[in-house]
């Protein structure tokens, strides 16, 4: 094998999702608990961007959060397997990421907060899933495979990267790159700029109204999620959707629409298997927002930009 076709695996790595269900669906409660510390002290954003993790050059991190006159953040640390929570007056505690249940993270996670002076109080039961078992009794998810969580992270690398990436082209509102942890899926979102119906909702666990203000404008969206294939799926669509929007040429040939999830799908083998991952994500997520912007008669000339207009002045 070739330096280049070493590198590239290398970086894309496979990571079946059968082989790590039971990891995932701790991780994803753990992502929970510290989402919503964040969310009962950030002050509301539209779409509750406020909320979200995004991808760190060790896992995955809350950003400054305030506290009275003081910050703090909390950083999922996937290369030592930590979770590290630090206060803007130089306090520090950890908790360790290792096989334990749902209910000893959360007690760990709040006391290790309580250590540091701050005392916060969420609802502290999941969303988006079901059953939606509270935080503190539950015993059912207590897995946690160090070697698959670090993989995941490094896919969450690759798609974050190359998200970036695609978030470059567009000057319209355009959310960051952040993780939802919902549904535990890697987002981007562009907007036209027009106001959307209210959001039907219908999510497990969660009220109707947090759909509706995260829907609350017309939208293309895309993203990384760990469930839709066999090794995880990108996926995009528009809200509202419009007419044709399932029909349109998208690239690449493995990308089709998926009618249970009313979205396009490409299966991350797809991409980490290419011969340029970069560029085969990169035609889904371009194809896929023309998708939503042609069929929907976005204002694209006013919308979109050359990331590269200054290049010959840098």
């Known amino acids: 094998m070739g330096e280049t076709q070493t590198a590239k695996v290398e970086a894309w790595p496979s990571l079946r999702v059968d082989d790590w269900t039971s990891t995932r669906d701790t991780l994803h409660m753990w992502t929970q608990i510290v989402g919503k510390v964040r969310l009962s002290q950030a002050p509301l954003l539209n779409h509750w961007w406020q909320v979200t993790l995004y991808v760190s050059p060790?896992?995955?991190?809350?950003?400054?959060?305030?506290?009275?006159?003081?910050?703090?953040?909390?950083?999922?640390?996937?290369?030592?397997?930590?979770?590290?929570?630090?206060?803007?007056?130089?306090?520090?505690?950890?908790v360790a990421l290792?096989?334990?249940?749902?209910?000893?993270?959360?007690?760990?996670?709040?006391?290790a907060l309580g250590r540091l002076g701050f005392e916060i109080q969420i609802l502290a039961r999941p969303n988006e899933v079901e059953p939606a078992i509270p935080f503190a009794e539950d015993t059912r998810h207590a897995a946690y495979d160090a070697?698959?969580?670090h993989l995941f992270w490094r896919q969450l690398v690759q798609a974050?990267?190359?998200?970036?990436?695609?978030?470059?082209?567009?000057?319209?509102?355009?959310?960051?790159?952040?993780?939802?942890?919902?549904?535990?899926?890697?987002?981007?979102?562009?907007?036209?700029g027009r106001p959307a119906p209210d959001h039907p909702g219908g999510a497990p666990n969660c009220g109707d109204w947090v759909m509706v203000e995260g829907y609350s404008r017309e939208l293309s969206?895309?993203?990384?999620?760990?469930?839709?294939g066999e090794e995880g799926a990108?996926?995009?669509?528009?809200?509202?959707?419009?007419?044709?929007?399932?029909?349109?040429?998208?690239?690449?040939?493995?990308?089709?629409?998926?009618?249970?999830?009313?979205?396009?799908?490409?299966?991350?083998?797809?991409?980490r298997t290419a011969d340029d991952p970069d560029e085969t994500l990169l035609r889904f997520l371009h194809?896929?927002?023309?998708?939503?912007?042609?069929?929907?008669n976005w204002d694209r000339a006013m919308l979109e930009a050359d990331p590269a207009r200054w290049d010959q002045y840098r």
């Open 160 to 192: 974050s990267r190359v998200l970036g990436i695609f978030r470059s082209y567009f000057v319209g509102k355009v959310s960051p790159v952040h993780l939802f942890w919902g549904a535990l899926d890697l987002a981007c979102t562009r907007f036209s």
């Open 58 to 94: 060790r896992g995955l991190t809350t950003g400054s959060i305030p506290y009275g006159d003081r910050l703090f953040d909390i950083e999922f640390d996937f290369c030592d397997h930590q979770l590290l929570i630090r206060s803007s007056d130089g306090g520090v505690q950890t």
């Open 147 to 149: 070697e698959a969580v």
């Open 287 to 296: 194809t896929t927002y023309a998708a939503a912007a042609d069929r929907g």
């Open 98 to 111: 290792e096989p334990k249940s749902v209910a000893d993270f959360y007690q760990q996670t709040m006391q």
């Open 221 to 228: 969206s895309c993203g990384f999620w760990p469930g839709g």
């Open 234 to 271: 990108f996926y995009a669509y528009a809200y509202p959707e419009p007419d044709g929007f399932a029909d349109y040429p998208v690239e690449p040939a493995a990308a089709q629409y998926n009618q249970q999830y009313q979205q396009f799908l490409l299966p991350y083998e797809a991409v």
